[in-house]
């Protein structure tokens, strides 16, 4: 199965030293990938750099055969990108903001596309109201809504259940299961929920200081470092993490 | 669209525009978002309403004041033409400067930056679909100061005739340079940098030559003021407040000034949108 996603050798340094240190991340079509690590270890930095808003300091990033940053926007077309903590812009209705973002993706037919995609997330009732009386459950909704009504062939997802009710990220991963099961989707997602994560990801790659410790399937992960989910992996990293800083004398 | 017209679009998924199509229907729907956002903000139409009234009154009122301390065969008698025409053209750079940067604080301030950099849209056509909001503004903008000039000192200035318009192209490139320097800027210094959208029109006004020649100004300005290709267009303007000939000589300088700005701006913008990238500034607004 080809790659969708292929990053090599990322690096990248800001002042305050070095977030990711050769970090390289392939995502097969259709697959479904976590990135996970304790804060600070350089997902958000990964991501960004994958998606062609930061730039690299070294290594390349292709997306359905096209490379970044020269191949940016056609790349963009296969790319859908939702983040929990992303607002929707106020004065915009929700249906205008999903036709707008539907145009962005060249749809001839975004109304059609927006309906189908507040429908597959149970929330067509939103399609009138305007983005400042949605719930952060409901914003962080038609986040995703936005991000998948162009059927892309990588989705994105930074923290997408973070403020969400058990009830709403069921819906919201029932969802994206249809979604990837549908259209072949493959999914590269980010998230501090170890247990949606094994719910989600047929593969994990943990990051720690910004290079990738670990990379398999979640219970083949976890053995890897003798623990019995991937929730005490996380904990076994970050306290890894602080006990390095503590050495270092970054933290007090 | 019947129910089973759009559960078999949607079963067939979304159908793309055309390659060729595609910038423009990006650009459309930004200039659109825009729309939405003075359609929803009306406060907003202070911009192209009250203060484009609010100067044209003033500038009117002193012109007519000064008209009146002078005799009948005073020069001052051309003043109130030179600074209603000035106070015209000089909304279209301001209109055209201020509608693009603030459509671009928009973006920041709605913290939707990061959302339109990770769709296909490129960084010239997000320019291009709120310039091309700003246009519908500046026509708003520039008719206001128009109508109140003609409506309350009788100054007409369709009469200056079509020699107005390379005056007014060259007035409006030069408002768009100004823009992309006030983006460049906002990007490399995030919103902080947002006083110099408003601030720097306050610099290019007394310099820039909208309602005297460059001689009227201090000597030890004159030299920028010459360099500056608003100081020729608006000279232009009054060559043709005089009832003089189309004066091509001041349309080439501001013309050349004009092309010499414009990939200055540019340049700018290119690189603080390198330095943007580089340095990851995108997480200011997200």
Redesign the interface.
Known sequence: MSDVLRARGLLKTYRRGRAVDGVDLSVRRGERVALLGPNGAGKTTTLLMCLGVVEPDGGTVEIAGHRLPRGRSAAMAHVGFAAGYLPLPERLRVGEYLRMFGQLYGLADPETQALRGLERFGVADLVKAMGTELSSGQKTLIGIVKSTMHDPELLVLDEPTASLDPDVAMRVRTGLAALCEERGTALLVTSHNMVEVERIAERVVFLSAGRVVADGPPLEVAARFGRDDLEEVFLHLASERQASEHTEGLRP | ?TAQG?ES??AR?????SREL?PW??I???A??HA??LY??PHRLFDVTVWPIVDTVLFGSLGVYFVSQGGPGSPAQAGVAYLLSGIVLWHVVYQAQIAVSTGFMEETW???L?????????ELELVAGIALFGLAKLVMGVGVVALAAFGLYAFDVTNLGLALLPVIAILLLNGWAIALFVVGLILRFGNGAEAFAWGIMFVIMPLGGVFYPVEALPAIVRPISALLPTTHAFAAGRDLIDGGPVPWGELALAAIGTVAVIAAALAFVAWML?LF????Y??RY?
């Open positions: 669209m759009f679009a949607a998924g979304p159908v793309r525009v595609a229907l990006r459309l729907a930004v659109r978002r939405y956002v929803r903000s709605s913290r939707n990061l959302s339109l950099m990770v769709t296909p849209l490129r390198r990238r580089r340095r990851g995108v997480t997200s």
